[in-house]
């Protein structure tokens, strides 16, 4: 049986759909945006200050020093690359599977996969110290015949990074295509020149159309396993050393599982205060924020048997170093942050489970905020405790976090809201002919319904267009 929200969508009209989803392009910007819009300025102005000071200083401002040599640099790229790896997931796959819900996130995880890509690719950079000689990871014919290490996972990150790139990339502003025509035949001047090149021409008519579908439904079964591919090789940078507490096996899986579990953590983060400030509660309802609600709970699960295995296999193996690392990073120096990511990861979605939780807009944003920040202390929480205790206990130490790196961190999620809210003000933010369908399905549901005699009579005095 419908419920109750999606038969509401049947009294919808499509031109009042797209005038509510395309306003935020159509008119000028409003002041909660450029306050917005300010403070995502003011945080990447701090990010910017802190590495021209780290540039001018060196890298010693920074908390690294031996045996530490990764530390909150690469736990920004690994977790801006899980959030990049789950949101074109998260789109093709509900895509594929034809969810109903889908066009309520589709538009807003693809724009955070492009976001924080390009948030991911600045910390490498950041983390060479001298940022002006990148290119030498870079597979390019040089007169110094120097090339990189081919077997290294760390230039494998580089070839699959850039093709995920480029096919997020392609798969997002493929589905934009029809949405920027509609922004060309409602605007003039100079919008109208802008949107007419970046709707390539379309008209929406059956030659358009026809390969249109096909080459999206490509795109999304070609993004599917190449997400899974990307992160498993973003995996090997840990698994195949010898170091005791990266050498796993479960690594590839748990790594996906972990990218795609923050991934919908942050889409909720990010469409929660879009469909509250752009007022969207018909296209994205409580219903659609449900279901999001419910993947989580099943990512988070299967994130806590990945926890659970490791310390089962690091117990079950007998070997004493395996031990000693997962006993330290339990009741070490950094048992804070080990229980905390507990914490978030895997006891805080489980309040999903109580439908009121499910229902609760503050109590799903609120989750989502300490999932995120769950998944990032976890991504620290892995990478310092086995640098800091290798094998040799006369090589440990103790990393301490500089203001330098909280900095750069706070310039990172400046940069990734400049970008999208910059995204929701020029680009329509939720996908209109997906949100169509949705209504010429709701009506059909209601007039079943009411055929059957099943309609309730103030419900549907409410949805009749």
Known sequence: MARAQELDMAGVEPRQMAA????????????????????????????????????????????????????????????????AHS???????LYLFRARFR????????????????????????????????????????????????????????????????VSLLFWYLGMVPDFAQIRDRASGWRRTLYGLLSLGWTGSERQVSPYLKLYILLAGLATPLVLSVHTMVSWDFSTSLLPGWHEEIFPPYFVAGAIFSGLAMVLT???????????????????????????????????????TEYFIAWYSGNTY?????????FGHYWFPFWLFTVCNCFVPLLFFWRRFRRS????????????????????????????????????????????????????????????????????????????????????????LAEAALLPESLAARSSP
């Open 20 to 83: 509510d989803v395309l306003r935020p392009v159509q008119n000028r910007p409003t002041l909660a945006w450029g306050f917005g819009f300010g403070l995502a300025l003011f945080c990447l102005l701090i990010g910017a200050v802190s590495w021209g000071w780290q540039l001018y200083i060196g890298l010693g401002v920074s908390g690294l020093m031996w045996p530490v040599m990764w530390a909150t640099y690469i736990t920004n790229f690994v977790f801006w690359i899980g959030i």
């Open 87 to 93: 949101g074109t997931l998260i789109s093709a796959i």
């Open 103 to 166: 066009a309520a996130f589709s538009r807003a995880s693809e724009a955070m996969t492009i976001f924080a890509i390009a948030t991911a690719g600045i910390f490498p950079i950041l983390h060479l110290g001298r940022a002006w000689i990148f290119f030498y990871v870079l597979p390019y014919p040089n007169q110094r015949r120097l090339w990189p290490n081919f077997r290294s996972p760390l230039v494998l990150d580089v070839f699959a990074i850039s093709t995920y790139f480029t």
């Open 270 to 308: 990010l469409v929660i205060p879009l469909r509250a400030r752009f007022r969207l509660q018909r296209y994205i309802t409580l219903d659609h924020l449900e279901s999001l609600c419910k993947l989580i709970i099943l990512t988070s699960s299967i994130l806590t048997y990945s926890y659970l």
């Open 322 to 330: 395996e031990r000693t690392a997962y006993y330290l990073r339990a």
């Open 361 to 448: 807009i503050l109590a799903m944003f609120i989750i989502s905020i300490l999932i995120n920040v769950g998944m990032w202390v976890e991504r620290f929480t892995l990478l310092v405790t086995t640098l800091a205790y290798s094998y040799d206990p006369g090589s440990w130490g103790v990393y301490h976090v500089q203001w330098v790196e909280v900095g750069i961190l706070i310039g990172s999620f400046g940069w990734f809201m400049t970008l999208f809210l910059l995204f929701v003000q020029f680009a329509p933010s939720l996908p209109l002919g997906d949100l169509h369908k949705d209504i010429l399905l709701a009506r059909r549901n209601r007039q079943r």
